[in-house]
């Protein structure tokens, strides 16, 4: 996902920056833990035997894609490794395990907007639970969103193959070959930036559909 640097968040709020960096991790974990879960439940038991079964955060990071997000604004997780042969749905399976990952950031981003507005209604705006819930709904919105872009290796890319009739599937292999040098270009271009307002546009739904349930 692409973020601003978050060194001189840092030296600004150290709190802040400790509270954005528990938020990434756990979106990071989580979602690849439902990618790891879905594989299992459709019955291939490669992820499960890979460790990645497991909310412990450790086996979801990938240490170069952390280092990345701290001094660079931009990093990844640990992929999750499946066998598509080996999933009960042989036509949707491996859509299905690619879609798992951005619907579990929505719905924690949709999650958390609830006790957030809570607090914020009840005018606690600087606790160290509302720094960590003002970032973690967000960072969920904005991985789910990033994540369906259908450029290799994203989760959209995947999602594409179910939507692209067959005559189209030349399009699947150009991105297979050159989607991952695109989004290079993109995220380093800072064309990524385009994604910022839809997601502003997620939290502010999310907040205003938590918020009225706490109005009177």
Do not use: C
């Not at 240490?63 to 598509?84: A, Y």
Request: glycine share 8%; no cysteine.
């Amino acid at each position: 996902m692409n973020l601003p640097g978050l060194l001189p968040l840092l030296q600004q709020s150290p709190l802040a920056f400790v509270m954005l960096m528990i938020a990434l991790i756990e979106a990071i974990a989580l979602h690849e833990f439902a990618h790891a879960l879905v594989a299992d439940l459709q019955g291939d038991r490669l992820p499960r035997a890979m460790g990645r079964l497991s909310l412990n955060p450790t086996r979801h990071l990938d240490p170069l894609g952390t280092v990345f997000i701290v001094l660079l604004g931009f990093g990844w997780g640990k992929p999750v490794e499946f066998r598509p042969s080996a999933l009960a749905s042989k036509r949707f399976g491996a859509a299905m395990v690619a879609l798992a990952g951005p619907l579990t950031n929505f719905v924690l981003a949709v999650a958390a907007a609830f006790p957030l507005a809570a607090l914020l209604n009840r005018g606690d705006f600087s606790s160290p639970i509302v720094v960590f819930l003002s970032y973690f709904v967000p960072v969920n919105a904005l991985l789910a969103v990033f994540n369906l872009l259908p450029l290799p290796p994203l989760d959209g890319s995947r999602l594409l193959t179910i939507f692209l009739p067959p005559r189209r599937q030349n399009i699947i292999y150009f991105l297979d070959r050159w989607g991952f040098l695109i989004l290079i270009g993109i995220v380093f271009l800072g064309g990524s930036a385009f994604l910022l307002p839809v997601r502003d546009h997620l939290v502010n739904w999310m907040l205003n559909l938590a918020g009225s349930h706490f109005r009177i």
